[in-house]
T-cell receptor
Framework: DAGVIQSPRHEVTEMGQEVTLRCKPI?????LFWYRQTMMRGLELLIY????????DSGMPEDRFSAKMPNASFSTLKIQPSEPRDSAVYFC???????????FGPGTRLTVL | AQSVTQLDSQVPVFEEAPVELRCNYS??????LFWYVQYPNQGLQLLLK??????LVKGINGFEAEFNKSQTSFHLRKPSVHISDTAEYFC????????????FGDGTTLTVKP
């Protein structure tokens, strides 16, 4: 199994630009999570989906952030417009429906100049 | 609501010494407990988990943890650490339902010195 796949691995953009991060969960997993990790705030849950439906988006910082899961094998996290304070590593994780552990992707390192 | 407190933000130890990383949690319902490890520039990976049964749980790389319900703790231990164990370790808790989310602690950075 290829594990959770995230793209791109690195993204450098300028303030005000739109950024789209992508995630392919492990096949058969029915929950998907988006996290943000920074030195200052540690690991933060942004949003999670169960069976493609957003269950809890209380961690989404503001309206500039949006996430979608159009099908069981793909999810996106979009930031529009991006700001320097959005610079962080963004992780996607998926979880099978029979267990409770999460499987993390390698992360996308976002730098907003 | 549930919460996790990792009592030490940084733990330096010498190679081959024992180590304990402390984790306390609070929850009003039964929980599942996890330890994850994050090596530099990588995502988190599961080290071990407690779902039910024996309170002593063994994981990968020689780590183990003990669930103590009365003290609401889930401390991680290893009798002899290696340089390669240098990483950040996260304790996490979730309600014992498959639909819930996990709450992560702030992490403990373990640095193993030669």
């Amino acid at each position: 199994d290829a594990g959770v796949i995230q793209s791109p691995r690195h993204e450098v953009t300028e303030m005000g630009q739109e950024v789209t991060l992508r995630c392919k969960p492990i096949s058969g997993h029915n929950s998907l999570f988006w996290y943000r990790q920074t030195m200052m705030r540690g690991l933060e849950l942004l949003i999670y989906f169960n069976n493609n439906v957003p269950i809890d988006d209380s961690g989404m910082p503001e309206d500039r952030f949006s996430a979608k899961m159009p099908n069981a094998s793909f999810s996106t996290l979009k930031i529009q417009p991006s700001e320097p304070r959005d610079s962080a590593v963004y992780f996607c994780a998926s979880r099978p429906n029979y267990g409770n552990e999460q499987f993390f992707g390698p992360g996308t390192r976002l730098t907003v100049l | 609501a549930q919460s996790v407190t990792q009592l030490d933000s940084q733990v330096p130890v010498f190679e081959e010494a024992p180590v304990e990383l402390r984790c306390n949690y609070s929850s009003s319902v039964s929980v599942y407990l996890f330890w994850y490890v994050q090596y530099p520039n990588q995502g988190l990976q599961l080290l071990l988990k407690y779902l039910s049964g024996s309170t002593l749980v063994k994981g990968i790389n020689g780590f183990e943890a003990e669930f103590n319900k009365s003290q609401t703790s889930f401390h991680l231990r290893k009798p002899s650490v290696h340089i390669s164990d240098t990483a950040e370790y996260f304790c996490a808790v979730s309600h014992n339902t498959n639909a819930g989310k996990s709450t992560f602690g702030d992490g403990t950075t373990l640095t193993v010195k030669p």
